[in-house]
């Protein structure tokens, strides 16, 4: 059972433009949002975080958005560089942290010349 | 220098062969991680291990097991290699307290057992 999910395997986007990466979620306890940032042949690499009880925290060229209600995060990415191009994993954590981080899928981001 | 490291990179073996991948971290980490990404690409946690306690997903086959010699390291031992083993380990780790950060992984192995 995906407790995380990024419905949308690949995305490609304009250089310049707006990227928007979606992700969501079904438990309840998680407590904090990750998203990671894969090259080929590398790890992921931390990106920026949200907390459970915040709606929006914002990194220069990055913002994640929290809706709690909806279940839903999203990652904005302003504007679209070629080096963005890279797979994009949503992460959670239930409280406590000990379960480590649960991971979706990852979405495909092409940033087009 | 590279903060959080595995080898090999890459590892091909046979089936019922017992192979060792190794991790080392440099951060002064409390807890160390082992997740594995299959071939539909989820990344999954197959050990959390601090000084402490470790944990175990109920998944992960006891073929499987992690070694700490010290805090530093978390090497992931694997008994009757078989095909289905065939993935991407990647090692990671964090401080106490996880917080804003997150983990810092490694680059990652991938296994091939034929």
């Known amino acids: 059972d995906q407790q995380v999910k990024q419905n949308s395997p690949s995305l490609s986007v304009q250089e310049g433009r707006i990227s928007i990466l979606n992700c969501d979620y079904t438990?309840?306890?998680?407590?904090?949002f990750l998203w990671y940032k894969k090259y080929p042949a590398e790890g992921p690499t931390f990106l920026i975080s949200?907390?459970?009880?915040?709606d929006k925290n914002e990194d220069g060229r990055f913002t994640v958005f929290l809706n709690k209600s909806a279940k839903h995060l999203s990652l904005h990415i302003v504007p679209s560089q070629p080096g963005d191009s890279a797979v994009y994993f949503c992460?959670?954590?239930?409280?406590?942290?000990?379960?480590?981080?649960?991971f979706g899928k990852g979405t495909h981001l092409i940033i087009q010349p | 220098d590279t903060a959080v490291s595995q080898t090999p990179k890459y590892l091909v073996t046979q089936m019922g062969n017992d192979k060792s991948i190794k991790c080392e971290q440099n951060?002064?980490?409390?807890?160390m991680y082992w997740y594995k990404q299959d071939s539909k690409k989820f990344l999954k946690i197959m050990f959390s291990?601090?000084?402490?306690?470790?944990?175990i997903n109920e998944t992960v086959p006891n073929r499987f097991s992690p070694k700490s010699p010290d805090k530093a390291h978390l090497n992931l031992h694997i008994n009757s290699l078989e095909l289905g083993d065939s993935a991407v380990y990647f090692c990671?780790?964090?401080?106490?307290?996880?917080?804003?950060?997150?983990?810092?992984f490694g680059s990652g192995t991938r296994l091939t057992v034929v």
């Open positions: 291990y601090n000084n402490k306690e470790l944990i």
């Open positions: 951060l002064g980490h409390d807890t």
């Open positions: 438990n309840s306890m998680f407590d904090y």
């Open positions: 990671a780790s964090s401080a106490a307290g996880v917080g804003d950060y997150g983990y810092t």
């Open positions: 949200i907390s459970s009880i915040k």
């Open positions: 992460a959670a954590r239930s409280k406590g942290g000990a379960d480590g981080l649960t």
